[in-house]
């Protein structure tokens, strides 16, 4: 916690997007600890006052209020849950993001404002810590995903520059099913993890929260993200329905040709032995 002005109060968020995927039941059970909340898109723990962690299954860890030296330690024991499915790596360090949540007094509780940076309330409570944290964390999440699409945008245009430079294929069918596995994986880990987030059922029965949510939303751009990443997901699925194309007409020219083959040495072997 900071104190930036006499009667301002900043708290910082930190979001890790740690692993591809948390099964909260497990992680529950490693570390030990009390939980405040507990489902399976979601477990939040508590250090003490207006100090939390929020565990979600789509593989962020956001912390609110925590010293840096226990975040690290926390982070440090859940590396066994960095585990992730075949073709998708995580990065050597987790990805982060900073924000900050500032308490003004002064105003209503519907008085906040919401920055690129930060969240301005007039008073704080769990339910708007709850739901910056989120944001914040599927933020971090869509920010990893949005790298590894990126990478999987740049090999699918290899195929093409190859045969326009060279007019010929991919060396071997391996790279091509490798390359397909990973686009495959990639959508379905998407689809798994992010596509389901909602917003909490906080917002259900509060304007105010409802209004604090999508304001938030709107302002890091969480939708028009997964826009985004929904559409460079389609571009690379249709590369490589191309390339499957190429490859299966590939394979067709070559037994195409090889039924020729085979018929052309009949009608030869048939004139030899007519002689």
């Known amino acids: 916690m900071e104190n930036s002005v006499a009667s301002v109060i900043?708290?910082?968020?930190?979001?890790?997007?740690?692993?591809?995927?948390?099964?909260?039941?497990?992680?529950?059970?490693?570390?030990?600890?009390?939980?405040?909340?507990?489902?399976?898109?979601?477990?939040?723990?508590?250090?003490?006052?207006?100090?939390?962690?929020?565990?979600?299954g789509y593989g962020s860890v956001v912390f609110f209020n925590v010293p840096e030296e226990l975040q690290t330690k926390e982070l440090e024991t859940l590396k066994p849950f960095r585990a992730v499915p075949e073709g998708l790596t995580p990065p050597s360090d987790p990805m982060s993001d900073t924000f900050s949540l500032e308490v003004q007094p002064g105003g209503t509780e519907a008085d906040h404002r919401?920055?690129?940076?930060?969240?301005?309330?007039?008073?704080?409570?769990?339910?708007?810590?709850?739901?910056?944290?989120?944001?914040?964390?599927?933020?971090?999440?869509?920010?990893?995903?949005?790298?590894?699409?990126?990478?999987?945008?740049?090999?699918a245009t290899v195929v093409p520059k190859k045969l326009e430079r060279d007019g010929r294929f991919l060396r071997n069918s391996q790279d091509l099913l490798q390359f397909i596995g990973l686009c495959m994986n990639t959508k379905q880990e998407i689809i798994a993890n992010l596509?389901?987030?909602?917003?909490?059922?906080?917002?259900?029965?509060?304007?105010?929260?409802?209004?604090?949510?999508?304001?938030?939303?709107?302002?890091?751009?969480?939708?028009?993200?997964y826009r985004a990443l929904e559409y460079k997901i389609r571009v690379v699925q249709e590369s490589v329905e191309i390339i499957v194309d190429l490859a299966k007409n590939r394979q067709s020219t070559r037994l195409e040709l090889a039924i020729i083959f085979l018929i052309a040495f009949e009608i030869v072997l048939s004139l030899v032995r007519a002689h």
């Not at 949005?146 to 999987?152: A, R, S």
Request: glycine share 4%.
């Open 10 to 56: 900043a708290y910082r968020i930190k979001a890790y997007h740690f692993a591809d995927k948390l099964k909260l039941k497990d992680v529950r059970e490693w570390l030990g600890r009390p939980t405040r909340e507990f489902s399976n898109f979601e477990m939040v723990i508590e250090y003490g006052a207006d100090s939390f962690a929020f565990f979600y």
């Open 114 to 155: 919401v920055f690129f940076d930060r969240l301005v309330v007039q008073e704080l409570s769990f339910e708007k810590i709850k739901i910056a944290c989120m944001l914040v964390g599927e933020s971090s999440a869509l920010e990893y995903y949005e790298i590894l699409v990126d990478g999987h945008l740049d090999r």
């Open 195 to 225: 596509y389901i987030v909602d917003s909490p059922e906080e917002t259900w029965e509060s304007p105010v929260l409802d209004k604090l949510f999508r304001e938030l939303n709107t302002m890091l751009e969480i939708d028009t993200r």
